[in-house]
């Protein structure tokens, strides 16, 4: 696959970055991974716009000639270079504080980001998503800045692997007594006929999923609040589900070993999934 590097178009195979790297050395660095169809990105300018927001508040700073429009212009090039043209992708970038002398603080003015960017094949898992989905139960022992998506991912990647462990697809983390969101994913709840999930502040990640799923539960009607669900709340949810921009709208129905509601995919899930699914290939022209 041909992938981004810094200006180039490179086999990925051939892309290297400096041991120096300050994403490889210190985490220091943002990412978005944003879905494609038919060549076209999905939601491509709210990712943007949150990437734009994590580097404004980490201080990083686009290499020349590089900005938003750019990034989006260079993951459609990837897309139909890679001959992702026709079904479904996803393009993962990231940009780190660049490579330099290991100090903690910033390096000096001038020192060029890295920009990676490459694309793939995407298969939703359709099977999974009608059968509906196992996940446990963590603890969200991360940074108080959960609202930037940075590269650090090492709590999620513990929580993830500790699901796969346990045969679950995701982990739903718990914070003070409420669920914040998944390893990779946000968690909605549906309780006495309400929508519920984590507001967006600075303890998750303000999903593009998420919101779109909120804008969607609104053309539906549904009663929506953006409210903590306590963990002691779990057992009268009617339904949970994930949503991220690999998962779509997946439907828990084992939380921690136990059947959430009725054990089956949810009436709320399944159409948030199918406008969802819809608003995508809308949106994406095909
Ligand atoms: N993750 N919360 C966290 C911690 C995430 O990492 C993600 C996405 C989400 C969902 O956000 P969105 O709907 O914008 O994808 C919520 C990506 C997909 C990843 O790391 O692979």
Redesign the pocket.
Known sequence: MLVYLNGAYLPGAEARVSVTDRGFLFGDGVYE?TRALGGRLFAGDR?LRRLTRGMRELELRWPEGLDAAALHAVSERLLRENGLTEGEATVYAQITRGAAPRNHAFPAPGTPPTVYVAAGPFAPRDELHARGAAAITVPDIRWGR?DL?TIQ?LP?VLAKERAAAADAFDAVQVRDGVVT??????VFGVIAGVVRTYPADSR??A????EIVLELAGELGLPIREEAIAVAELPEASEVFL????TDVMPVVRLDGRPVGDGRPGPVARQLHERLRERMRQGAGV
Do not use: M, P, Q, S
């Open positions: 991974v990712h959960c998506k991912l999620n969101e998944g390893a990779n994913t946000n998750i990640l999903g593009v999923t998420r949503t991220g921009t690999t």
